[in-house]
């Protein structure tokens, strides 16, 4: 059966990789991707505190040792995979830590996606901790977030309302809004 993968990544390099394998036919979810490496935190303190909060002592213990390690088992898991295509929001970063041809799927600014369904379909299953294909997103993982400090960005309200950035749930909002 083919399948479509959408795809999103936390952290730079990449300490969290999330995909979930959707029926090119049904749409329906038959299977995903979620997990973790434990890399360098010095380049990413503030996107740890106001982005994604990944927590290095979470990450140490279920995560890879290496970024290399987990693009490794991310492409065991891709190969078994009959894949027509990969989708992901503003692919570039992806697209070089992974050597893959991957389709840019862009989601509307955070300002104008935040009271989408799509958004707010993914931000309740988020808060809920709902699984998807075999894998959720575990709020230990993010321990670390705290809200962004004030800004006037049109952005500020939403990243405030929202919280912190799972990849697994922005892959999650990526095929929802596919469905869309």
């Known amino acids: 059966m083919q399948c479509f993968i959408f795809l999103d ?6 300490q969290e990789l999330a995909a979930l394998a959707v029926d090119v036919k049904t749409h329906e979810v038959i ?22 909060g990944l927590n290095p002592f979470y990450l140490s213990r279920y995560g890879f040792s290496s970024e290399a390690l987990l693009i490794k088992d991310f492409k065991c898991w891709l190969n078994s995979k009959n894949y027509k295509a990969i989708f992901a929001n503003a692919p570039q ?21 935040r ?6 379909m993914a931000n309740s299953f988020k808060d809920r901790c709902v699984a998807l294909g075999g894998n959720h997103c575990s709020q230990a993982a993010h321990h670390y977030y705290k809200s962004p400090p004030f800004s006037r960005s049109s952005s500020y309200p939403a990243k405030l309302e929202h919280g912190f950035h799972c990849a697994f749930y922005d892959a999650v909002e990526l095929y929802f809004y596919y469905l869309s």
Do not use: C, M
């Not at 970063?93 to 996606?113: C, G, M, N, T, Y």
């Not at 009271?115 to 707010?120: A, E, M, R």
């Open 9 to 14: 990544t936390e952290g730079t390099p990449i």
């Open 31 to 52: 299977g995903s991707y979620h997990k973790f490496a434990k890399t360098d935190f010095v380049t990413d303190s503030s996107a740890r505190t106001h982005v994604h």
């Open 93 to 113: 970063k992806e697209q070089e830590a992974l050597s893959l041809e991957i389709i840019s799927f862009d989601l509307p600014k955070w300002v104008d996606r």
């Open 115 to 120: 009271n989408l369904p799509s958004h707010k």
